[in-house]
């Protein structure tokens, strides 16, 4: 299983204009097949006008579940150039739809998959995407004399540092990815001479965006 994998956060669009056709690529985070042909579907709907609303998606923590739809346009131009993208840029869990609105010059094969791909980008560039970490939470309890030691520790490491509790001892909440956590607990036993007591606490998903943690289910 994947210890830390990148996913669409929040959606977003992006439009580019070639040859005065315009590309309006807009995405959407998905959990399910369902919930993807959802939205193609209400895209389809929105831009009912246009000349083609071609997708993919891509969902699972390794790509388990990929489709992609190049709707009208020449086989292999627009909805495979699109997934290649998602998967390039390895994000999990979203849907893309981009819409194009002919401007009356035909793009070639060539034009057209750097048309999709390149709107794909764009819708990207303009949405939330975040890195997800499998981690443990850890309880660390130290009396004052080991704060200094245990703060300079997780600096060096950029541990998140959830809560810090101060009472007649310290009392630090942590969320440690799990690739990290052994050599972490080494570091805090040796720099404070066993002097503070450590508690592996629960398994959890978790992602920083602007700063902030974000807690996940899975």
């Known amino acids: 299983m994947a210890d830390r994998y990148k996913i669409l956060y929040e959606g977003g669009e992006g439009e580019t204009e070639v ?7 807009t995405t959407r985070p998905v959990k399910s097949e369902e919930e993807a042909v959802s939205f193609i579907a209400e895209m389809k709907k929105k831009y009912w006008d246009a000349s083609h609303n071609c997708s993919a998606f891509t969902i699972g ?17 627009a909805g495979r150039p ?26 070639g ?12 980008k764009e819708g990207l560039l303009n949405s939330q995407i975040v890195e997800k970490f499998r981690a443990y939470q850890m309880d660390v309890r130290t009396g004052y004399t080991g704060v200094g030691k245990i703060q300079y520790i997780l600096a060096q490491e950029n541990i998140t540092v959830m809560d810090s509790i101060y009472t007649d001892q310290v009392e ?8 990290r956590y ?19 606490g629960d398994e959890i998903w978790y992602g920083i965006l602007n700063k902030e943690v974000i807690l996940f289910e899975d």
């Not at 040859?19 to 690529?25: E, G």
């Not at 923590?61 to 131009?77: F, V």
């Not at 998602?86 to 994000?91: A, C, F, H, K, S």
């Not at 052994?182 to 592996?200: P, S």
Request: net charge negative; glycine share 12%; hydrophobic share 40%.
């Open 19 to 25: 040859k005065k056709s315009r590309f309006i690529a």
């Open 61 to 77: 923590r390794n790509h388990e579940l990929t489709r992609c739809s190049d709707d009208g346009e020449p086989a292999q131009t």
């Open 82 to 107: 699109m997934l290649d993208v998602l998967l390039g840029e390895d994000v999990h869990d979203l849907c893309v739809v981009v819409t194009r609105y002919f401007g009356g010059t035909l793009l």
């Open 109 to 120: 094969t060539g034009g057209l998959v750097r048309a999709y791909s390149g709107a794909v």
């Open 172 to 179: 630090f909440k942590l969320l440690v990815p799990v690739e």
């Open 182 to 200: 052994e050599a972490l607990e080494k570091q805090l036993i040796e720099g404070t001479n066993g002097g503070a007591r450590l508690e592996k």
